[in-house]
């Protein structure tokens, strides 16, 4: 595109055809790389007036005029992006939905995923059973990136102090921005620091903790799908060379934080159960250690209580 054409006023409507033009060739081209149809439909709902039903029956086709939340080249250029540099859908949006919130999400801070939603239903479900008290105390969500264990807790603990940490000032921009929009700023205190390092002051009396740390060994980050390999924060992912580094230092770390009977919670990935189990049973001071699956089958989180 020229300097000339460059300077022209874009306009923020496209008619139904042209659109429509373009769609099916996206839709191809998404099929062709392996990419769901259905994301280019998310992006198109967040960039236009177009619903999700318009775009399923196509009845978008015959209306004279589509309205444009961004200029067409804007929207045609992320879509691009998604195909050629395999940037994730949320990165391009900004957003991504976790439980029932909607988060804001950058590069620079991991995606929330679907499967860590559980965590927070394992850290209701381990108060309810031993003891509500643990409800209405401080809890941690080490390495808390865009805030969504933090808000999840917040929201399933309502007379609970939540301090999340996290080591990446942008990850904690982000988290902070989170918990406003989401309402819950005043439950959330943000520390910025390696794990339990900021939280110094709560020795001994911390309810529960809650991490999804960095669980992949170093090699296989590199071997991921390249929406996380090329995109996703690599000291989010990397958990050194077998995975479970910085579970052994929460593992390690979290008595001294923990009152008795609170709780311990971390996600890791399958395959890791038996070592994390083996890691909590030889520190001494866990008892009721538990390997849950996620919702696939798949070992995904580890749960104990300070002796
Ligand atoms: N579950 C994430 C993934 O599959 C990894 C998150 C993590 O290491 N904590 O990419």
């Not at 205190?189 to 110094?200: C, K, V």
Request: proline share 6%; aromatic share 8%.
């Amino acid at each position: 595109m020229g300097d000339r054409d460059r300077r022209l006023p874009e306009s923020p409507t496209l008619s139904g055809s042209q659109l429509w033009q373009w769609w099916r060739q996206a839709r191809t081209d998404a099929i062709a790389a392996e990419i769901s149809p259905i994301e280019l439909d998310r992006l198109l709902e967040a960039f236009s007036d177009l619903e999700r039903l318009d775009l399923r029956w196509e009845s978008f086709r015959d209306r004279p005029q589509i309205a444009l939340k961004r200029p067409w080249p804007e929207i045609v250029e992320l879509w691009d992006r998604r195909l050629k540099e395999r940037v994730p859908l949320q990165y391009l949006l900004g957003t991504a939905h976790w439980r029932h919130f909607s988060l804001t999400v950058a590069p620079g801070v991991l995606i929330p995923r679907p499967e860590t939603e559980l965590i927070v239903d394992l850290a209701r479900g381990a108060v309810e059973e031993i003891g509500k008290n643990l409800a209405e105390g401080d809890w941690a969500d080490l390495g808390t990136g865009s805030g969504a264990i933090a808000l999840g807790l917040a929201e399933v603990f309502p007379k609970a102090t939540i301090h999340a940490v996290d080591r990446s000032h942008q990850a904690l921009a982000i988290a902070r921005h989170n918990a406003k929009i989401s309402g819950w700023e005043h439950r959330i205190r943000f520390y910025q620091g390696s794990w339990w390092t900021p939280l110094t002051f709560l020795k001994g009396e911390v309810c529960g903790v809650v991490s999804n740390p960095p669980y992949i060994p170093s090699e296989e980050v590199l071997n991921l799908q390249p929406e996380v390999t090329r995109h996703e924060p690599h000291e989010a992912l990397d958990g050194g060379s077998d995975g479970l580094d910085c579970i052994r230092h929460l593992a390690a770390a979290s008595p001294d934080y923990l009152r008795s009977g609170g709780i311990f919670i971390v996600e890791m990935m399958a395959g890791q159960g038996e070592a994390v189990a083996e890691i909590l049973r030889s520190q001494g001071n866990y008892h009721s250690i538990q390997i849950v699956p996620d919702l696939a089958g798949l070992d995904r989180f580890a749960i104990a209580h300070r002796k």
